[in-house]
């Protein structure tokens, strides 16, 4: 197989199957002869985590297999406590059907700038499947565990979506308006509250009078502070022509005229 960068990939054994699972439920798998210990591998979204939580895996699963799940990392909406925390709930998750996170397996797998990709993989062996069980001693679920992933997102502070509340009001108003309070405060219908940006902080020579942005840097000609190479070059030529840098074309325009007045 080629790739778009020319190099070449090995191919998949005759063997090789892929089985999309329908509405991420791995129970619909369960007590099906088919898929009795048929996968090796299998790949969870970040969207499906909370089918971790089924049992059906130790029955589809080999004997040895790796799940591999998607994290939080590039979830940018959330905050990076929360984003570790997502993570943080995959691992355990995996223990409770009896897999063992391998941090190790991550380290091979690159982006860009020795960026990893965000997988989290989850090694199962069924020879130690219910010791790892039993020593995540899993606590009792809750009724919302389920909607892992939704409670992560509405509990967010940086999240800006209606709420569900809000939707369901849309939905039962059949197309009409939906009616203001009372005393005409339309706060209710605005989603979460998102916090106001932090002001930017001034860089060692404060802020680049070209940009705005903080400046690192300082014009020892102009004594004004500067971003980047962009802001300098622009900072130059304003000098420049501030110091009479256009006289010169001023002047060879008028001698022009003169010239060809002489002629």
Same mark, same amino acid.
Not at 166 to 193: F, H, M, W, Y
């Given at each position: ?8 990939? $090995? ?7 892929? #089985? ?18 048929? #996968? ?10 909370? @089918?971790?939580?089924?049992?059906? &895996? ?5 004997? +040895?297999? &790796? ?5 939080? %990392? #590039? ?6 406590? +929360?984003?570790?925390? #997502?993570?943080?709930?995959?691992? /355990? ?8 996170? %391998? ?21 199962? *062996? ?23 992933? !939704?409670? =992560? ?8 979506? $209606?709420?569900? %509340? ?29 916090? !106001? ?10 802020? @680049?009078?070209? =940009? ?6 300082? *014009?020892?000609?102009?004594?004004? $502070?500067?971003?980047?190479? !962009? ?10 022509? /501030? ?19 002489? =002629?």
């Amino acid at each position: 197989l080629k790739s778009g960068g020319g190099t070449t990939a $090995p191919l998949p054994p005759d063997d090789f199957k892929i #089985f999309l699972v329908e509405g991420e439920d791995v129970s619909s798998l369960q007590g099906k002869r088919r898929f009795a210990n048929l #996968f090796n591998l299998a790949v969870v979204s970040n969207a499906a985590t909370q @089918c971790l939580q089924q049992p059906a &895996w130790r029955e589809v699963l080999q004997p +040895e297999a &790796w799940v591999v799940c998607e994290g939080a %990392d #590039f979830m940018l909406n959330l905050h990076k406590d +929360e984003r570790k925390a #997502f993570n943080d709930k995959i691992v /355990e998750l995996g223990k409770r059907i009896g897999c063992e996170h %391998d941090a190790s397996q991550r380290r091979r797998f690159k982006l860009y700038n020795d960026v990893e990709y965000p997988l989290h993989f989850l090694r199962y *062996d069924s020879t130690k499947a219910d010791q790892i069980i039993a020593e995540s001693n899993p606590p009792a679920a809750t009724e919302n565990e389920d909607g892992m992933l !939704a409670d =992560t997102l509405s509990q967010s502070t940086l999240d800006g979506r $209606p709420t569900e %509340d809000q939707l369901q009001a849309v939905r039962s108003s059949d197309g009409a308006d939906v009616p203001l309070p009372a005393d005409g405060d339309i706060t209710e219908l605005k989603g979460p509250a998102v916090a !106001a940006p932090e002001a930017p902080k001034p860089g060692p020579h404060g802020f @680049c009078v070209i =940009t705005g942005l903080p400046a690192k840097y300082k *014009d020892p000609k102009t004594g004004h $502070p500067y971003a980047n190479v !962009a802001a300098f070059k622009e900072l130059r030529a304003k000098d420049a022509a /501030e110091d009479g840098g256009g006289e010169p074309a001023e002047s060879a325009r008028i001698e022009g005229e003169s010239s060809t007045d002489a =002629t």
